[in-house]
């Protein structure tokens, strides 16, 4: 093809730029669904509509994609401090 552009380097930041332009928000924001309560049909409710209970298996969920998401910017930070 064209020998003055890179196809390698170009799919490589193509991924790269949906992972972390596209996907570390919406990691962020399955982190912050995880952690609204359910609410579930019959189940005891208080007087704002809300269950009352926290579900730990959505605490765990997103306390996983909240470190995944910090694990990246110190990545992202670290990357830069150390090449300059």
């Not at 730029?17 to 208080?46: N, V």
């Not at 998401?69 to 990545?75: K, R």
């Amino acid at each position: 093809m064209n020998s003055w552009i890179n196809l390698t380097a170009l799919w490589k930041i193509v991924v790269v730029g949906l992972l972390a332009g596209a996907g570390l928000p919406a990691l962020f924001a399955i982190g912050l669904r995880a952690l609204s309560p359910a609410r579930i049909a019959g189940s005891e409710q208080t007087q704002g509509g809300q269950s009352s209970g926290i579900n730990p298996v959505g605490v765990t969920a997103a306390a996983v994609c909240f470190a995944v998401v910090l694990a990246a910017i110190g990545w992202g930070i670290y990357s830069i401090v150390s090449h300059s």
